[in-house]
Structures are given as C-alpha cells and as structure tokens.
T-cell receptor, first 109, second 113 residues
Framework: GQSLEQPSEVTAVEGAIVQINCTYQTSGFYGLSWYQQHDGGAPTFLSYNGLDGLEETGRFSSFLSRSDSYGYLLLQELQMKDSASYFCAVKDSSYKLIFGSGTRLLVRP | KAGVTQTPRYLIKTRGQQVTLSCSPISGHRSVSWYQQTPGQGLQFLFEYFSETQRNKGNFPGRFSGRQFSNSRSEMNVSTLELGDSALYLC????????????FGPGTRLTVL
C-alpha cells in the first residue's frame, strides 16, 4: 500500500525553528509537496521538491532525500499565525497526490 | 483572479439520500481533483478530471462518482449516503493534469444523519 508518515502534533515557541518530518512509501515518486491548512480554511501550497536537496521560500524551507524516502519542512522565526496543520503529499506513479494525515503545529507565545 | 469556488458550503442529508457537490475551478484551469477530508485522516484522493475525462480514481466505492463539463466545472455525486460519508469535501484545480501546485476551494461540509 501507499503511506506517508508524519508526526501528529508539534509544539514550538514563537521565534523558534521547527522541523516537520515526512517519510513515504508509494508506488512511484514524482515529487514531495507541502501544504498548510488553518482551521476552517482550505489547504494552500507551500513548496515542492522534485529533486534531492533544499528548497527555500522565505521563512519556510523543504528538503528531500529520495534515497531515504524522506523529506522535511523547516519553519524558521515562528509566528503565531504559523499555527496550522501541515500536510506532506507525494505525487505517485499515476500523478495523483497522496497526502499524509497531517501535523498540527501549535506555536506558543 | 477568482479562486476555486465550491457550492454548497454546508449540507445536511440523511442516510440513503444522494448528494451532488459542485466545483468551479480557477479560470483557465483544466484539471480538477476531489478529496475527502475527515479528522485525523488527512486528505483522501477521490478522482481527478482533465478536459472532461477522468484521469485518476482513488479507492472509493462506486457510490462516489464525478464528471467535468466543457467549461471545466466539475460535480461529484455520492449516492446512498452512509454515516461515514460525513466529511469535508475539497476540490482543487490546476492548470494542467499533474501540476505540482494545486489550488483548493473552501470545501463543502457534508453531514449525514
């Protein structure tokens, strides 16, 4: 079967750095994406990694290691507004997105 | 540019009934995907349509069906509703099938009593 594993909850302090890990087992792999979803809101795209390495977009960075079937999302200089759920998603061999069950990030003052 | 819109936003049905949900993608987008979201389960892929053709289908029973029209608007239908169908149904659009970035609508919250 296909599965993506990510922690269910992470808590961090405002201004700190937090890393959300994602390991995957899928039939085929065409990239790892990250989405953010605030309570009651729609998921919004954060980043995409098609090749190994680090992609940086402002305070957010995402990393991929295809040999380890592993990636992470790094959030720096945490702000209260970063409290949300974060989903990793893999594009499988048929180009459909398979999502993890999400990591709920709580940022405390 | 207007975002993805979904109607209705909230729906209450009873077991055994059927329901149709609608999604209008971003103008110019031709790919529409549907997802079911339940607490703690993440987003489960239902199906994807591109240019009126179903490109992909997830592991859902045949009670779940969909279609796409020539203007790229999409509908999904669930027949013979069950309690377990209560969920947030999200649609997402992208310019091309398999695009890396998908744009999600606000979802339709379906409650089955």
């Amino acid at each position: 079967g296909q599965s993506l594993e990510q922690p269910s909850e992470v808590t961090a302090v405002e201004g700190a750095i937090v890393q959300i890990n994602c390991t995957y087992q899928t039939s085929g792999f065409y990239g790892l994406s990250w989405y953010q979803q605030h309570d009651g809101g729609a998921p919004t795209f954060l980043s995409y990694n098609g090749l190994d390495g680090l992609e940086e977009t402002g305070r957010f960075s995402s990393f991929l290691s295809r040999s380890d079937s592993y990636g992470y999302l790094l959030l720096q200089e945490l702000q209260m507004k970063d409290s949300a759920s974060y989903f990793c998603a893999v594009k499988d061999s048929s180009y459909k997105l398979i999502f993890g069950s999400g990591t709920r990030l709580l940022v405390r003052p | 540019k207007a975002g993805v819109t979904q109607t209705p936003r909230y729906l209450i049905k009873t077991r055994g009934q059927q329901v149709t949900l609608s999604c209008s993608p971003i103008s110019g987008h031709r790919s529409v995907s549907w997802y079911q979201q339940t607490p703690g389960q993440g987003l489960q892929f239902l199906f994807e349509y591109f240019s009126e053709t179903q490109r992909n289908k997830g592991n859902f029973p045949g009670r779940f069906s969909g279609r796409q029209f020539s203007n790229s608007r999409s509908e999904m239908n669930v027949s013979t509703l069950e309690l377990g169908d209560s969920a947030l149904y999200l649609c997402a659009s992208s310019g091309l099938a398999g695009d890396n970035e998908q744009f999600f609508g606000p979802g339709t919250r379906l409650t089955v009593l």
